[in-house]
């Protein structure tokens, strides 16, 4: 049985994270001992574990209650994880693009800076004037 503090360490999820994620649901409520401390099993340990690693790749918390639901049902067609998985897909695309855009932007932002005077660095003035500024036509925001 582990302790909140191992089950933190062993995952590398805060503390605080463990119990907010036990106060929405997508972990059970533990068990606990006589003087009222949480305690935790392997079946914990691979949920927490399985958590962090779904965020680490960018799935929202909705996303993950979805997976882990479906999880629960073995038999059932993968098909609507392979959905979730192919929407998380595009998020990171679209994502990637508008990053991609801002990227362009800066450099060209700091490959048209003359190394003058900060009165005339192109820099803060595209940053001042939205009309100089290529991801306006990228939609980078969209």
Same mark, same amino acid.
């Given at each position: 049985m582990l302790t909140i503090g191992d089950l933190s360490r062993r995952t590398g999820t805060k503390v605080q994270t463990i119990r907010y994620y036990e106060k929405i649901g997508i972990m059970p409520e533990p068990g606990r001992t006589e003087g009222n401390q949480r305690r935790y099993g392997s079946d914990e340990l691979d949920r927490?574990?399985?958590?962090?690693?779904?965020?680490?790749?960018g799935f929202s918390l909705d996303a993950i209650r979805e997976l882990l639901g479906l999880s629960d049902i073995p038999d059932r067609s993968c098909a609507e994880?392979?959905? /979730? %998985? $192919?929407?998380?897909?595009?998020? @990171?695309?679209?994502? /990637? %693009? $508008?990053?991609?855009?801002?990227? @362009?932007e800066l450099a060209r932002m700091v490959h048209e800076c003359s190394g003058g005077t900060v009165g005339e660095c192109r820099v803060?003035?595209?940053?001042?004037?939205?009309?100089?500024?290529?991801?306006?036509?990228?939609?980078?925001?969209?």
């Open positions: 927490l574990s399985f958590i962090r690693h779904a965020r680490q790749l994880v392979d959905d /979730i %998985a $192919r929407r998380q897909l595009q998020h @990171v695309k679209q994502r /990637i %693009a $508008r990053l991609e855009a801002l990227r @362009v803060l003035g595209v940053l001042r004037d939205h009309d100089e500024c290529l991801t306006q036509h990228n939609e980078i925001g969209a």
